[in-house]
Nanobody, 125 residues
Framework: VQLQASGGGLVQAGGSLKLSCTAS????????LAWFRQTPGKEREFVAA????????YYADSVKGRFTISRDNAKSTVYLQMNDLEPEDTAVYYC???????????????????WGQGTLVTVSS
């Protein structure tokens, strides 16, 4: 499985961006999909996840109410709609996929076998 992330860019605080991540090599219908982000000098942190087969969605407290994860199985694509962006949201965003992860692990980087290359989001104040 290969993941290709896109949609990052520069936006002013309060603005919106929509990230996309397309998987090739298999269907994503039975996959759990997630977004993580990382800033220099810090560990990668969980942002959002959607459990397999249009299952339950999970969000980090810092983005709850502002970000929305969704998927289009027909396009093998997962999205992250980011609204009301803050400078603290500046990071490289990574998509992740796993087919066997259990619910208790969806917030943890180690639970995912496949990763996209990352897309940079910069929010100016």
């Amino acid at each position: 499985v290969q993941l290709q992330a896109s949609g990052g860019g520069l936006v002013q605080a309060g603005g919106s961006l929509k990230l996309s991540c397309t998987a090739s090599g298999r269907t994503i219908r039975t996959s759990t999909l997630a977004w993580f982000r990382q800033t220099p000098g810090k560990e990668r942190e969980f942002v959002a996840a959607e459990f397999r087969n249009y299952g339950r969605k999970y969000y980090a407290d810092s983005v709850k109410g502002r970000f929305t994860i969704s998927r289009d199985n027909a396009k093998s694509t997962v999205y992250l709609q980011m609204n009301d962006l803050e400078p603290e949201d500046t990071a490289v965003y990574y998509c992740a996929l796993d087919n066997e992860i259990i619910l208790s692990q969806v917030r943890f980087e180690a639970g995912y076998d496949y990763w996209g290359q990352g897309t940079l989001v910069t929010v100016s104040s």
